[in-house]
């Protein structure tokens, strides 16, 4: 279902003012709804696409203030051959809601940083995208929306979510709403389909992107 609400929010990142700003598109929901298959659907169509967890993952191998601050809140044994280990960090955090609070404290403002500076580096190109999209899991619980110009909700029944990642993940009860997240999104899909009627999905908003 596509649902196009009339007003936008401006970012209040300050990018290069030129009429090839590209758009800015978050898409998020909830775990298991597939929205990793989305934002690959919106690069096939053309977005330059970036994940929030990919930033992540880059902040847990490279960064060697992240890598500091973890150490001195977990002890070396997090530490692996190659930076930070997720599997080690995410034994500590997701079982426990105040360390992952301190860790999600940690890493926001970081990858929003390195967003911000991905999106203002595509503007300052030659032939910049029309269109960005970057995959948010926790999107509306941190007040992300406001940097975008759309968002896209993609859901699915907690039966099918859960088929899709069956192991058990705590992070869920912290999220808001699938019936929230849809009313406040711009565009919505339920994806309990094929990837072929979530690519017309995707190419309908990338249309309505581009008008």
Request: glycine share 6%; proline share 8%; hydrophobic share 40%.
């Amino acid at each position: 279902m596509i649902r196009p609400r009339p007003t936008k929010s401006p970012p209040p990142s300050p990018l290069p003012t030129t009429v090839n700003t590209p758009l800015a598109v978050a898409i998020t929901g909830g775990i298991g709804a597939g929205k990793s298959a989305a934002l690959e659907a919106f690069a096939r169509h053309g977005a330059a696409t970036r994940s929030s967890d990919e930033i992540v993952h880059g902040l847990l191998r490279d960064d060697p203030d992240v890598r500091r601050a973890v150490v001195e809140r977990f002890g070396t044994d997090v530490i692996g051959p190659d930076g930070v280990d997720r599997a080690a960090v995410a034994r500590v955090v997701f079982n426990d809601p105040h360390e992952l609070d301190w860790l999600e404290e940690l890493l926001h403002p970081r990858v929003v940083q390195e967003h911000d500076a991905w999106r203002e580096e595509l503007a300052r190109t030659e032939n910049p995208p029309a269109v960005t999209v970057t995959e948010v899991p926790l999107l509306y619980e941190t007040g992300g929306e406001k940097r975008f110009d759309a968002v896209v909700v993609i859901t699915a029944s907690p039966e099918v979510r859960a088929q899709r990642r069956p192991i058990a993940d705590t992070r869920e009860q912290r999220l808001l709403s699938e019936e929230e997240k849809v009313r406040l999104a711009d565009y919505s899909y339920v994806n309990e389909g094929t990837l072929e009627e979530l690519d017309a999905f995707v190419a309908g908003v990338m249309a309505r992107l581009r008008a």
